[in-house]
T-cell receptor, first 114, second 116 residues
């Protein structure tokens, strides 16, 4: 059974600081996703990471993937209040074809304080 | 381009009743997935449909069922509702290309079901 663990689950940080959220998964995977969810809202896709060593950046967020270590990181640079949200990583493991069956981590609740 | 549309947004039902939730995917998206989100269990996969066929199913009892229509719209049904079925139900659609993938799931705003 595929397991996805995120840490930390809660993160309170000051504006302007840097931090990293970690996502470990238990078995080989085809792809890894990062999503953001604001309170009462749906999930917004941030990144799709497809291969070992993949790195993607959007604004103050950068995601990377190490398939050998089964680890993805979401790095936050110079945090701002608008980044406050819950961040999920999700892993997609397929037996073939293009079936979608994501296993999500528990999420990291990020609060950025002024 | 319109996003994934789920109806209704909120539902209140009593135990033992059944409920049907609806999802219209993004135009051109043929894969539709359903997820249940609860504070305790987090996000859990229910099932995925493509071209009217269920391709994957999560670990939920048979009371949870779904279907997809020829226009890719999907419905999920929960029969004999239990208190524990109270959750946010999220539908997601994705563009599946001939080579098999690469697009993320696009989620709708969800249907919040409360069972009393």
């Amino acid at each position: 059974e595929l397991k996805v663990e995120q840490n930390p689950l809660f993160l309170s940080m000051q504006e302007g600081k840097n931090y990293t959220i970690y996502c470990n998964y238990s078995t080989t995977s085809d792809r890894l996703y990062w999503y953001r969810q604001d309170p009462g809202k749906s999930l917004e896709s941030l990144f799709v990471l497809l291969s070992n060593g993949a790195v993607k950046q959007e604004g103050r967020l950068m995601a990377s993937l190490d398939t050998k270590a089964r680890l993805s990181t979401l790095h936050i640079t110079a945090a701002v209040h608008d980044l406050s949200a819950t961040y999920f990583c999700a892993v997609d493991r397929r037996s073939g074809g293009s079936n979608y069956k994501l296993t999500f981590g528990k999420g990291t609740l990020l609060t950025v304080n002024p | 381009k319109a996003g994934v549309t789920q109806t209704p947004r909120y539902l209140i039902k009593t135990r033992g009743q059944q409920v049907t939730l609806s999802c219209s995917p993004i135009s051109g998206h043929r894969s539709v997935s359903w997820y249940q989100q609860t504070p305790g269990q987090g996000l859990q996969f229910l099932f995925e449909y493509f071209s009217e066929t269920q391709r994957n199913k999560g670990n939920f009892p048979g009371r949870f069922s779904g279907r997809q229509f020829s226009n890719s719209r999907s419905e999920m049904n929960v029969s004999t509702l239990e208190l524990g079925d109270s959750a946010l139900y999220l539908c997601a659609s994705s563009l599946v290309t001939g080579t098999g993938v690469n697009s993320p799931l696009h989620f709708g705003n969800g249907t919040r079901l409360t069972v009393t």
